[in-house]
């Protein structure tokens, strides 16, 4: 009765929290953020970016969650730590430690063959894919560790190259746990401000994302503005959970 009752107080207090950021942002407000330029701008760049970012994220992860998931090897548990920290670490401490890398350390010579990370498009892909990857790799892990070596054995004893066993056996097998990561690795660029902002910056109509234009909206008193943003993030990482929530029950049936 006790844990029942704990369970309706936190279900409650959940509710009101993202009911009240709904309710409490004006209607108008909805009707005419399509036509703001800023936000057109915020949008199309976050979509771009965190696309990029999430196909880098689960392009690298894959091959690094599969060799976790199937190899044992010396330091193992130390490598595993390191790609986990970008999700115990505060966003900023990853942000100063990336500005730090392609600034005084990198920078330089990044810009004499003409690359330019910091306070651009290309430091805001990175920070996402930085602060993403572990996400990507904790579910693709779990993914392949879910899978039956045997069913892999028996592909090699029929004569399949390692390759065509990952690619005929182990992905499709894995496919919901894939989807499942991959829904997971784009929401979590989504949401990404921290590291993005001590790496490129909270520049408007630059390196502005959602996020940012929240930031930046607060910043200067345009709170309907800015909450209106916040609900349109709001109902995208609902609609992404109930997907990843769908994909993950499934795979594990």
Known sequence: MLFWLIFGVVIAFFSLVFIGLILYGAQDSYWTLFQNSEFRFALEFTLKTTCIAT???????????????????????????????PLILPPLVSGMALLILFGPILGRNLAKI?????????????????????????????GFEAIDLRYEKIARTLGCTPAEVFKRVTLPMARRGIGAGVAMTWARTLGEFGATAMLAGVTRMKTETLSAAIFLNMSIGEIRFALAIAIVLFLTAMLVLTAFKILTRQEKR
């Open 55 to 85: 196909a880098v994220a689960v392009g690298t992860a894959m091959p690094c969650g599969y060799i976790l998931a199937r190899y044992v090897f010396p330091g193992k548990v130390i490598l595993d730590t390191l790609l986990d920290l």
């Open 114 to 142: 003409g690359i330019n990370i910091v306070f651009s498009a290309w430091g805001v892909i990175i920070a996402q894919w930085f602060v993403a990857f572990p996400f990507a790799v904790r579910t693709f892990k779990e």
